[in-house]
């Protein structure tokens, strides 16, 4: 799970479902979209808008635009595979 710098958003990936959502924290709607296989952790990068998301099961991330939540890159790691999310702003 991660949640938006203004609040307004909370992201949340379920590897079991194959899903992440997007809950509008203001509105009370939420927005869920297919990711498969295993979707993990994720971190939600506010100056890019976007979410990126580890895959459990494949050497991947997907990057996703967090206001249309559609796929905008696949990045693959080749081996291995992303584990934590962790985001440096220096």
Known sequence: MDLSDDGRWLFSAS???NT???IDLVSDKSTTINLKPAPY???F???MNRLYVSNRKLPKIWVIN??????VIEIDLGKGGAHQMVICNN
């Open 41 to 43: 952790h994720l971190a």
């Open 45 to 47: 990068i506010p100056e």
């Open 66 to 71: 967090s206001t249309t939540l559609k796929i």
């Open 15 to 17: 590897k079991g479902a």
């Open 20 to 22: 992440l959502t997007r």
